[in-house]
Structure formats: C-alpha cells, structure tokens
C-alpha cells in the first residue's frame, strides 16, 4: 500500500533508488524495509536481492545506471557507508522526509533517510553532486531523469544480466 501510493503520487515508474559498488549488486545499499513484511520499520539497510523484500516481489522490475567516478569517491563512499552500518540501529526510515519531498520542504532529522535522500547524500558527501538540490528533495526519479549517469539495464530485476546467485 505504501509503494502503490508513492508511485500513484509521482507517476514514476520507480519510487525505490539504492547504490552499488559492483555490477552484479552484491553490494546493495540504502534506506528502507527492515523487514520485508512492515513498510513502516525501516533504517539503513544492505540489500539482497535473492531475498528480503526482493523475495516477496519477484516481479519487481528495475532500471540500473552507471556513474562514473575516481576512485577516491570510491574510498570517501566506502568510509561514509562504514559510518552507516556502525549506527545503523540508530538509524531510521525517514517517512516525514518522504511527505516533506511533496511539499517540497526538507524535512531531515538526524540519522532519519529515505532511500534517494540517502544515496544522493552519499554522492554528495563523497563530492559528486547530481542535482541543483538538497539530498532531502532528491527522488528516485531524479536519477532516472539525469544526464551524469547512464541506463545499461531496464527490465525485471531478476533477469538482469550481471546478476549471480
């Protein structure tokens, strides 16, 4: 219900944005399910796609882009992901941010994300800058409309090529 009405709000074809640090997304990270069956208990999260909430949907369909950056950013992305998994109990799903992106007013209390908050805070924070925005007005949509990243895959998740179980 929470997803249908993201996507009913935006029209977009997807309301979920997550990073990755390798094509075959075994290193998937974001903001979201904590457990697969409660949309409202969420914080940061590694991703699975063989399980968790990928499980429940295997339909879900996805589109995967490419940015290129130093390796650097890499390192500066790696750190600030380790930072995110130290605190990650104390870190939670930031629902007012989503209701806040409607309003266009940021809403960012500390340790609060959702999913493209996160991701386009960590670009950010590893000096890639996307947009002429804050993080806490950054959609998934944002990323599908940018010029600075590259489409190489659109299609059910799980019949994405690089894939390896």
Same mark, same amino acid.
């Given at each position: 219900?929470?997803?249908?009405?993201?996507?009913?709000?935006?029209?977009?074809?997807?309301?979920?944005?997550?990073?990755?640090?390798?094509? *075959? &997304?075994?290193?998937?990270?974001?903001?979201?399910? +904590?457990?697969? =069956?409660?949309? $409202?208990?969420?914080?940061?999260? @590694?991703?699975?796609?063989?399980?968790?909430?990928?499980?429940?949907?295997?339909?879900?369909?996805?589109?995967?882009? *490419? &940015?290129?950056?130093?390796?650097?950013?890499?390192? +500066?992305?790696? =750190?600030?992901? $380790?930072?995110?998994?130290?605190? @990650?109990?104390?870190?939670?799903?930031?629902?007012?941010?989503?209701?806040?992106?409607?309003?266009?007013?940021?809403? *960012?209390?500390?340790?609060?994300?959702?999913?493209?908050?996160?991701?386009?805070?960590?670009?950010?924070?590893?000096?890639?800058?996307?947009?002429?925005?804050?993080?806490?007005?950054?959609?998934?949509?944002?990323?599908?409309?940018?010029?600075?990243?590259?489409?190489?895959?659109?299609?059910?998740?799980?019949?994405?090529?690089?894939?390896?179980?």
């Amino acid at each position: 219900m929470f997803t249908k009405t993201i996507k009913q709000y935006t029209k977009a074809p997807y309301n979920h944005s997550s990073i990755s640090f390798d094509k *075959e &997304l075994k290193e998937l990270y974001s903001f979201g399910r +904590k457990n697969p =069956r409660n949309p $409202l208990y969420g914080g940061f999260i @590694k991703e699975d796609i063989f399980n968790g909430t990928y499980k429940l949907y295997p339909q879900t369909t996805c589109a995967v882009y *490419e &940015l290129i950056v130093t390796e650097r950013q890499i390192e +500066k992305m790696r =750190r600030i992901i $380790l930072l995110f998994e130290k605190n @990650k109990d104390r870190m939670i799903y930031n629902l007012f941010g989503v209701i806040g992106v409607a309003f266009k007013e940021p809403l *960012e209390p500390w340790g609060s994300y959702f999913c493209s908050q996160f991701v386009s805070e960590l670009l950010e924070r590893s000096g890639i800058r996307l947009w002429d925005k804050i993080p806490a007005l950054v959609t998934p949509d944002d990323f599908r409309r940018s010029d600075k990243i590259a489409l190489i895959y659109e299609g059910p998740l799980l019949a994405y090529p690089c894939l390896k179980q």
